[in-house]
């Protein structure tokens, strides 16, 4: 599976922005899909995930209600709509998938094998 992010940019506090995931390469139905964030020195962090066969989806608690995560099966695309930025969201985003993630193991970046290159958020305050 290929990964392409896309979408980061700069905005301002309060502000929105949509990211952009484009996935090719092989069949992915069974596959889960995430989004990850790493601010300058901090590990990279869970965001939220969607399965592409159900579209069941899980946020980590930061994203809850200001986040949301889609999946559009024509494309094949999954989005992260971020509401509300606040400049901690400032980070370089990273979209991920894999086919063996469960509820138990999508917070885990070694749960996920193919990742594309990431994109810049920058939340200005």
């Known amino acids: 599976v290929q990964l392409q992010a896309s979408g980061g940019g700069q905005v301002q506090a309060g502000g929105s922005l949509r990211l952009s995931c484009a996935a090719s390469?092989?069949?992915?139905?069974?596959?889960?899909m995430g989004w990850f964030r790493q601010a300058p020195g901090k590990e990279r962090e869970f965001v939220a995930a969607?399965?592409?066969?159900?579209?069941?989806?899980a946020y980590s608690e930061d994203a809850k209600g200001r986040f949301t995560i889609s999946r559009d099966n024509a494309n094949p695309t999954v989005y992260l709509q971020m509401d509300s930025l606040k400049p901690e969201d400032t980070a370089v985003y990273y979209c991920a998938a894999d086919y063996a993630v469960s509820m138990h193991t999508l917070t885990f970046r070694s749960a996920y094998k193919h990742w594309g290159q990431g994109t810049l958020v920058t939340v200005s305050s």
């Open positions: 969607i399965w592409w066969r159900d579209g069941r989806t």
């Open positions: 390469g092989r069949t992915y139905s069974n596959y889960a």
